[in-house]
């Protein structure tokens, strides 16, 4: 039995986190945590997703030794968390979406002390999704324009989504550029015809959209669309708990859904 804790635990991804690992034998939930002043402090996690009452209370801070913590916060709260996970000695599950440089470098940092996997998608084929585009565009190179389109629902606070962005560095990677190279956020206005090698990235918002990305491949007289869809949450809260029965007991250091997949 793995024991986990749940950062988040009263956000949309932390909800379903919790519920799915109350229902699983294979985990028991030890810990949930929300940011300071939440209306979900001191209340009984189980609550959270309406089934019996579990003893585990909602807090502000990890404040007890798991096996792994997943995180579902903000970057701010994540950076918190890895400092409590630093000195208990927890590994950390982390899907939080938004993280910058800073983050990601305080991630590295810390990984060398406890195990770390981050990815901004948890589900298998998403995962699946990043090697066959980069696949893609190795083969296709600057003759096939690359645009990315991504849709969430109303209420997600980053744009581009980490989704959008993780296939997109994935793309420049495999073509010797960087992302900050070949961005383009968007267009307004007189934007000109469009340059080679360039990688448009677009963001929808509106409604209960789960999470869908279409990588579109453009070229003369054809186009290859490579698509996701998400159908509910708990795509991702699965891929979480598969993430944290994995890293379980690893060494220190940076993992990612790849190592949990076997498909580096």
């Known amino acids: 039995m793995t024991e986990i804790g749940i950062s988040g635990a009263a956000g949309r991804m932390g909800r379903r986190v919790l519920a799915l690992a109350l229902a699983d034998?294979?985990?028991?939930?030890?810990?949930?945590?929300?940011?300071?002043?939440?209306?979900?402090?001191?209340?009984?996690?189980?609550r959270l997703v309406g089934v019996a009452?579990?003893?585990?209370?909602?807090?502000?801070?990890?404040?007890?030794?798991?096996?792994?913590?997943?995180?579902?916060?903000?970057?701010?709260?994540?950076?918190?968390?890895?400092?409590e996970c630093r000195r208990l000695g927890v590994a950390i599950v982390i899907g939080t979406t938004g993280l910058g440089k800073g983050e990601m470098e305080a991630v590295e940092r810390v990984a060398r002390?406890?195990?770390?996997?981050?990815?901004?998608?948890?589900?298998?084929?998403?995962?699946?999704?990043?090697?066959?585009?980069?696949?893609?565009?190795?083969?296709?190179?600057?003759?096939?324009?690359?645009e990315i389109i991504e849709a969430h629902h109303r209420m997600k606070k980053d744009a581009?989504?980490?989704?959008?962005?993780?296939?997109?560095?994935?793309?420049?990677?495999?073509?010797?550029?960087?992302?900050?190279?070949?961005?383009?956020?968007?267009?307004?206005?007189?934007t000109g015809e469009r340059p080679r090698g360039v990688m448009g990235i677009h963001a929808i918002r509106g409604g209960d959209i789960v999470g869908d990305h279409t990588v579109l491949f453009a070229g003369d007289g054809e186009r290859i669309e490579l698509v996701h869809r998400a159908h509910s949450r708990d795509t991702f809260a699965k891929g979480a708990l598969r993430a944290a029965q994995f890293l379980a007991g690893k060494s220190p250091g940076f993992y990612t859904m790849d190592d949990v997949l076997g498909i580096k």
């Open 25 to 46: 034998e294979a985990f028991a939930v030890k810990a949930a945590v929300e940011a300071d002043g939440h209306e979900a402090l001191g209340k009984d996690a189980a």
């Open 53 to 83: 009452d579990t003893g585990v209370m909602v807090e502000s801070r990890l404040a007890r030794k798991v096996d792994v913590l997943l995180d579902f916060s903000s970057p701010a709260g994540t950076l918190k968390r890895l400092e």
């Open 113 to 146: 002390t406890i195990p770390c996997l981050v990815s901004a998608n948890m589900s298998l084929g998403v995962n699946l999704l990043t090697k066959l585009v980069a696949e893609a565009a190795a083969a296709l190179g600057n003759s096939y324009d690359v």
């Open 160 to 190: 581009p989504s980490g989704t959008a962005l993780l296939l997109a560095r994935m793309i420049a990677e495999s073509k010797g550029t960087t992302l900050d190279d070949v961005a383009v956020y968007g267009r307004c206005g007189h």
